[in-house]
T-cell receptor, first 114, second 113 residues
Framework: TQTVSQSDAHVTVFEGDSVELRCNYSYGGSIYLSWYIQHHGHGLQFLLK????NPVVQGVNGFEAEFSKSDSSFHLRKASVHWSDSAVYFCAVSAWGSGTYQRFGTGTKLQVVP | DPKIIQKPKYLVAVTGSEKILICEQYLGHNAMYWYRQSAKKPLEFMFS???????DNQTASSRFQPQSSKKNHLDLQITALKPDDSATYFC????????????FGAGTRLSVL
């Protein structure tokens, strides 16, 4: 069974700062790892995913994430945040193959102070 | 224009009643899902369908029944509603059930009194 954990419920940073949102997973086989963003009152939107190859993946709006097998992590980063990045960020994991579904972490609420 | 339409956006129901949540996707996807989000639990997977066939059901209660009349429709019927059913229900889709990029609707916020 795959599990995913996001240790930080809330993160507050100033506009222009860098940020890292943490995600750790537990699974023994081949997996997909993804990040999604949810603005208040809306559904989730896909940011990026990793399944093989270069452990650093680029997403939309300057976000990137780095996969680490040794740390069982897939942390999301942005070098310079904007107030519009304020949202809840969800990490998700799913196994490869047909008929699997994505399990989501509890989410990290990012607040960017202007 | 939204590509996944969920109706209604807000829904208030009384305990014991029955409601149907509507979901239509116009992305040409073959797999559809229902997730539930509440204050008590994180985003929780409920059902997945692929080519109108049930692939996975992680919902313990039979009060929740998905209904797929067309490939791009996956409605959710909830019977004998309870206050604990209050949550936001999200419909999602993906190209097929091996693809792991989900596209979400805006959700239906259900309140059971």
């Amino acid at each position: 069974t795959q599990t995913v954990s996001q240790s930080d419920a809330h993160v507050t940073v100033f506009e222009g700062d860098s940020v890292e949102l943490r995600c750790n997973y537990s699974y023994g086989g081949s997996i997909y790892l993804s990040w999604y963003i949810q603005h208040h009152g809306h559904g989730l939107q896909f940011l990026l995913k990793y399944y093989s190859g270069n452990p650093v993946v680029q997403g939309v709006n300057g976000f990137e994430a780095e996969f680490s097998k040794s740390d069982s992590s897939f942390h999301l980063r942005k070098a310079s945040v904007h107030w519009s990045d304020s949202a809840v960020y969800f990490c998700a994991v799913s196994a490869w193959g047909s008929g699997t579904y994505q399990r989501f972490g509890t989410g990290t609420k990012l607040q960017v102070v202007p | 224009d939204p590509k996944i339409i969920q109706k209604p956006k807000y829904l208030v129901a009384v305990t014991g009643s029955e409601k149907i949540l509507i979901c239509e996707q116009y992305l040409g996807h073959n797999a559809m899902y229902w997730y539930r989000q509440s204050a008590k639990k994180p985003l929780e997977f409920m059902f997945s369908y692929s080519y109108q066939k049930l692939m996975d059901n992680q919902t313990a209660s039979s009060r929740f029944q998905p209904q797929s009349s067309k490939k791009n429709h996956l409605d959710l019927q909830i019977t004998a509603l309870k206050p604990d059913d209050s949550a936001t229900y999200f419909c999602a889709s993906s190209q097929d059930d091996t693809q792991n990029t989900l596209y979400f609707g805006a959700g239906t916020r259900l309140s059971v009194l």
